[in-house]
Nanobody, 126 residues
Framework: QVQLGESGGGLVQAGGSLRLSCAASGRTFSSYVMGWFRQAPGKEREFVARISWSYGSTSYADSVKGRFTIFRDNAKNTVALQMNSLKPDDTAVYYC???????????????????WGQGTQVTVSS
């Protein structure tokens, strides 16, 4: 059974940094794309970043480009999201997700993802 578990959330001041981690278990993820999404109160869940587990290719939402970095640790089966220069608008529950890699998939679309973690809260104070 696939399990994704997020950690690393918390409260940070604007301009600060946090690193989120997603521990993946239950299968080999070499054919998967791992994504981070977030959902703020009263808003829809939105794409943040994604990485191909096998190729390492990445993409980011415009709102986080240059501030967030997604990377993977194959040995530990984890995917991390390093978040720098945090803003109050980054406040949300952050979710890790896994999508089976395939052609013509839009990995910024949450419907492309097969598995989800429970989420971790990130709060950025002004």
């Amino acid at each position: 059974q696939v399990q994704l578990g997020e950690s690393g959330g918390g409260l940070v001041q604007a301009g600060g940094s946090l690193r989120l981690s997603c521990a993946a278990s239950g299968r080999t993820f070499s054919s998967y794309v791992m994504g981070w999404f977030r959902q703020a109160p009263g808003k829809e869940r939105e794409f943040v970043a994604r990485i191909s587990w096998s190729y390492g290719s990445t993409s980011y939402a415009d709102s986080v480009k240059g501030r967030f970095t997604i990377f993977r640790d194959n040995a530990k089966n984890t995917v991390a999201l390093q978040m720098n220069s945090l803003k109050p608008d980054d406040t949300a529950v952050y979710y890790c997700a896994a999508a089976l890699e395939g052609s013509y998939k839009d990995y910024s679309d949450l419907k492309s993802y097969n598995y989800w973690g429970q989420g971790t809260q990130v709060t950025v104070s002004s």
